[in-house]
């Protein structure tokens, strides 16, 4: 016997991909804001605020914890340009030591464009740049 579906049933299951997809987007633009603030220098250091290596780990954190099991939509360009930035800002302090690192004027050269496209919601030119989410997708 076939067990049957009813209308409210399938409303729950389409419901919860979009609640999820809601969820993700609301994430991406409230960790969006405080990036913005990272590659502006505007996140002063105190001990209530973690430093920008810490908030890079959190969101990466935050990410896998939140949304490893949801089905989402894939990234658009738009939410590419977040994880670009992310995954540059992260490149940059990173660096060990006070040696100047090889890549800084790139690294650096390209923050500057993509800090840009991030503020203006723009999508990221994907002839120039990649970038993924943490789990690959």
Not at 44 to 71: C, G, K, M, Y
Request: with cysteine; proline share 9%; aromatic share 8%.
């Amino acid at each position: 016997m076939v067990p049957m579906v009813t209308s409210a049933e399938t409303n729950c299951r389409e419901q919860q991909p979009r609640a999820a997809q809601d969820r993700h987007q609301r994430f991406i633009d409230s960790k969006r804001l405080v990036l913005l603030s990272s590659l502006d220098g505007k996140l002063p250091a105190n001990a209530d605020r973690p430093s920008v290596l810490d908030f890079i780990e959190r969101v990466l954190t935050e990410w896998e914890e939140q949304f490893r099991h949801d089905e989402i939509a894939g990234p658009d360009p738009r939410e590419r340009t977040f994880w670009y930035a992310l995954y540059q800002l992260e490149e940059l302090v990173e660096a060990p030591g006070s040696d100047i690192d090889p890549d800084e004027p790139f690294l650096m050269k390209n923050l500057v464009e993509v800090r840009k496209l991030l503020r203006n919601q723009q999508p990221l030119p994907l002839q120039r740049f990649m970038a993924t989410r943490p789990d690959g997708r």
